[in-house]
Nanobody, 125 residues
């Protein structure tokens, strides 16, 4: 599965961005998807995830209430709507996918098999 993340950019604090994660040649049906981010000098961390059915979502405490993950299997895409952005949200954002054993969210880097190339999000103060 090849993933491509897009939608990043430069935004002022308090602003919003929507990231998209698309596949090439396949649909996202039957894949659990997660968004991770990696700030300069830090480890990659979980941001949000969605189960293959879309019925379950899970967020890191740092983004809960500000970010929303959703999926559109018909359009082979998963989205991360980010609002009330803060300078500490600045990072490269990655989408990842895996074939799930259960209809659940996976939140660990090691649990994902496929990764996109990353999209830079920069939030200025």
């Amino acid at each position: 599965v090849q993933l491509q993340a897009s939608g990043g950019g430069l935004v002022q604090a308090g602003g919003a961005l929507r990231l998209s994660c698309a596949t090439s040649g396949r649909t996202f049906i039957n894949y659990a998807v997660g968004w991770f981010r990696q700030a300069a000098g830090k480890e990659r961390e979980f941001v949000a995830g969605i189960s293959w059915s879309g019925r379950t979502t899970y967020y890191a405490d740092s983004v809960k209430g500000r970010f929303t993950i959703s999926r559109d299997n018909d359009k082979t895409a998963v989205y991360l709507q980010m609002t009330s952005l803060k300078p500490e949200d600045t990072a490269v954002y990655y989408c990842a996918a895996r074939t799930p054993y259960l209809d659940t969210v996976y939140s660990k880097v090691a649990e994902y098999d496929y990764w996109g190339q990353g999209s830079q999000v920069t939030v200025s103060s």
